[in-house]
């Protein structure tokens, strides 16, 4: 097996479930697809080849588990209008909806692809991608084979909002029957924004029980606009992540705590809709596990940077530099139930970021600077 020693590291963070070790003047191993060792630049082995880093920074690749990147059409206007003044609401997904349907293959394909390419580079190794902009049996399956092409993390969003001309008894009927026999095979995850305007918690409970039974896990857009049922629902079944996570009851910190299910705050939501940001300090304190997610869809957060968002995570809800860079890996990690991502440990897949920087405080320190050196993935150098 090929191997690649990663030398003269000036800060190596490792990440892992206690916060994630932190090893100066440190050296990492590689072979093939894996870390094969990692530790003190003093006590390296021997490889077949080496990679002098420079003094820099080196931390697990982001993992990004909460996107919309299969769409089409533009809504500057809709983000022009909230910077005036106006609400947002779950009613726009409609406008992006119309416009995916009518694009070709061709062209979703390629806008799924840009913004990949975008996420890589600012360091991005694993993404989750959602369907939801489709609504018909035939979109939202296209939808998830676009996605498929991409990344293994595939999400049925099917009970994203009601399309018009149905009825919202009929859609969900349709969600979690046909349309999700029809998705099934091509997804991981099943998910529900389950939020006024979109579903309630009877009909979200539904779609989301169907798919678990079809073998899906569970993920659910919860407590974005108001205190809901949504993250009760996601507790009460098991749900990998409750997401966005903005309004939370006592209860709903609790039952995150006790359950195990991970609270994805997406704080690039609240940047682009001048809305409050989540509490993290408060789910941090009752020991909830957090991960930190772009939301990069093209309404409510059109950005593909983790860097950027754990700028925003500092800096707004108040989570320390290695807080967030910890909730944009291992947390991220976890919430799409993963083991072999988000960390730098021997086992796990070798995806890495190399930060022109002594350290992952410059990525709040330096906000809107790109930071990213080399991004590795899979033991491959591919940004």
């Known amino acids: 097996m090929a191997s690649i020693l990663f030398d003269e590291i000036g800060l190596l963070y490792t990440g892992d479930q206690t916060g994630g070790e932190e090893i100066a003047s440190a050296a990492l191993v590689v072979e093939d697809e894996t870390v094969a060792w990692v530790g003190p630049a003093a006590s390296a082995p021997q490889a077949d080849r080496r990679v002098d880093v420079g003094g820099r920074c080196v931390l697990p690749g982001f993992v990004d588990s909460h996107a919309h990147l299969v769409f089409a059409g533009d809504r500057t206007a809709e983000f022009v209008a909230r910077m005036s003044g106006e609400q947002y609401g779950a009613g726009g997904i409609r406008t992006t909806v119309a416009a995916t349907r009518e694009a070709a293959d061709s062209v979703l394909a390629a806008r799924t692809a840009a913004l990949v390419t975008e996420m890589l580079a600012q360091g991005t190794t694993t993404v989750e991608i959602k369907s939801g902009y489709g609504l018909t049996e035939e979109d939202e399956r296209r939808s998830l084979e676009i996605a498929g092409a991409f990344t293994e993390e595939t999400t049925f969003l099917g009970a994203h909002v009601v399309p018009a001309g149905v009825s919202t008894d009929d859609y969900v009927r349709q969600v979690a029957g046909p349309m999700l026999a029809a998705c099934a095979p091509l997804a991981r995850w099943i998910d529900v924004f389950c939020e006024r305007g979109a579903f309630d918690g009877d009909q979200s409970r539904e779609i989301l029980s169907a798919g678990i039974a079809a073998g899906l896990g569970a993920r659910v857009h919860a407590a974005q606009f108001g205190v809901g049922p949504g993250v009760e629902i996601a507790c009460e079944l098991g749900a990998a992540s409750a997401d966005h996570c903005t309004h939370l009851s006592d209860d709903d910190v609790t039952a995150l705590a006790t359950s195990g299910v991970v609270a994805t705050l997406l704080p690039g939501a609240e940047f682009s809709t001048r809305s409050p940001y989540p509490d993290a300090r408060r789910l941090l304190a009752a020991g909830v596990t957090v991960a930190l997610a772009t939301d990069c869809n093209p309404g409510s957060s059109y950005t593909?940077?983790?860097?950027?968002?754990?700028?925003?995570?500092?800096?707004?809800?108040?989570?320390?530099?290695?807080?967030?860079?910890?909730?944009?890996?291992?947390?991220?990690?976890?919430?799409?139930?993963?083991?072999?991502?988000?960390?730098?440990?021997?086992?796990?897949?070798?995806?890495?970021?190399?930060?022109?920087?002594?350290?992952?405080?410059?990525?709040?320190?330096?906000?809107?600077?790109?930071?990213?050196?080399?991004?590795?993935?899979?033991?491959?150098?591919?940004?």
Request: charge should be positive; proline fraction near 8%; glycine fraction near 8%.
């Open 304 to 383: 593909s940077s983790m860097p950027f968002c754990i700028a925003l995570a500092v800096r707004e809800m108040r989570m320390t530099p290695l807080e967030a860079v910890r909730a944009a890996t291992y947390g991220g990690a976890r919430a799409l139930r993963r083991d072999d991502i988000g960390v730098l440990r021997p086992g796990a897949r070798a995806d890495l970021v190399v930060l022109d920087a002594p350290s992952y405080v410059h990525l709040a320190y330096r906000p809107g600077v790109p930071l990213v050196h080399q991004v590795w993935r899979g033991g491959r150098k591919v940004a």
